[in-house]
Nanobody, 119 residues
Framework: QVQLVESGGGLVQPGGSLRLSCAASGSIFSIYGMGWYRQAPGKQRELVASITSGYSTNYADSVKGRFTISRNNAKNTVYLQMNSLKPEDTAVYYC?????????????WGQGTQVTVSS
């Protein structure tokens, strides 16, 4: 059983930055692929960024060049650095642990953290 807790969300102005953290419980964090998803009101949940157990990363086109996903296995934590934020980035951001790095919305989920980009 893996439990995930997101933090770091909040209100930020357009062009600003936030760093989200996802802290995981459990002893096998390092073998899981990790993903950040987001869901805006009235929209479907989408995969924003992912990182495998081998540190391979992928990004949605909408965030490429602005967001960076990273992980620290010693701390059982995955991060999402978000720069040059836009109002369109406003959403609840969820952390996901996926044993097989399929990133098809299976696995374990956190409760989410709200990110609001507004002036």
């Amino acid at each position: 059983q893996v439990q995930l807790v997101e933090s770091g969300g909040g209100l930020v102005q357009p062009g600003g930055s936030l760093r989200l953290s996802c802290a995981a419980s459990g002893s096998i964090f390092s073998i899981y692929g990790m993903g950040w998803y987001r869901q805006a009101p009235g929209k479907q949940r989408e995969l924003v960024a992912s990182i495998t157990s081998g540190y391979s990363t992928n990004y949605a086109d909408s965030v490429k060049g602005r967001f960076t996903i990273s992980r620290n296995n010693a701390k059982n934590t995955v991060y999402l650095q978000m720069n040059s934020l836009k109002p369109e980035d406003t959403a609840v951001y969820y952390c996901n642990a996926d044993r097989w790095s399929k990133f098809q919305q299976a696995g374990y989920w956190g409760q989410g953290t709200q990110v609001t980009v507004s002036s």
